[in-house]
């Protein structure tokens, strides 16, 4: 069975510019969170996506947004990239809706540095 | 604010000693707690705690709860140089997301 797939790995972007990361869960389910992780924040809830449909929104600004498909794969946009933006972009994917339990798996994460 | 503290934020042991990483949190409609190591990029799911005084335990990895003072403590024993790592608590405060600690990076030296 595959495990979370975040790609890409790395990524390099200029301040101003937009970027588009993407999430595909494990077969089968059908929640996807994403969180952003920093050296000096620890993981932030950025959003969670359930069948199509965004269930839940931390406290980020309106620049982050996503997205989810049918086949559950999961997108998130940041634009006009800042420098304090540079992060882990994590996901995790769940056979269920909601805050991640047991069954919850992360992706490797895609790391984003904005210069 | 629903919050997560954990301590210390880094710790350097030797191999063969015996670690306890601390992890407390603000009570608002807590519901569970969980830990989860992060190695490189993936956190890793350890234990999920719900019940108060019963311990969690996988082979030389152990946690507890206290929900009467709030914090929770994930034990190591006879530490090896796998266990490296970051170790993260996370809790539910009934808000359909996790909120973490900044985490504790734990070194063991050979």
């Known amino acids: 069975k595959a495990g979370v797939t975040q790609t890409p790995r790395y990524l390099i972007k200029t301040r101003g510019q937009q970027v588009t990361l993407s999430c595909s869960p494990i077969s089968g389910h059908r929640s996807v969170s994403w969180y952003q992780q920093t050296p000096g924040q620890g993981l932030q809830f950025l959003f969670e996506y359930f069948s199509e449909t965004q269930r839940n929104k931390g406290n980020f600004p309106g620049r982050f947004s996503g997205r989810q498909f049918s086949n559950s794969r999961s997108e998130m946009n940041v634009s006009t990239l800042e420098l304090g933006d540079s992060a882990l972009y994590l996901c995790a994917s769940s056979p269920s809706a909601g805050p991640l339990g047991t069954e919850a798996f992360f992706g490797q994460g895609t790391r984003l540095t904005v210069v | 604010e629903d919050k997560v503290v954990q301590s210390p934020l880094s710790l350097v042991v030797h191999e063969g000693d015996t670690v306890t990483l601390n992890c407390s949190y603000e009570?608002?409609?807590?519901?569970?707690l969980l830990w989860y190591k992060q190695e490189k990029k993936a956190p890793t799911f350890l234990f999920m705690l719900t019940s108060s005084g019963i311990e969690k335990k996988s082979g030389r990895l152990s946690s507890i709860l206290d929900k009467k003072e709030l914090f929770s403590i994930l034990n190591i024993t006879a530490t090896q140089t796998g266990d490296s790592a970051i170790y993260l608590c996370?809790?539910?405060?009934?808000?359909?997301?996790?909120?973490f600690g900044t985490g504790t990076r734990l070194t063991i030296i050979p």
């Open positions: 996370a809790a539910d405060f009934g808000n359909e997301k996790l909120t």
């Open positions: 009570v608002t409609n807590f519901r569970s």
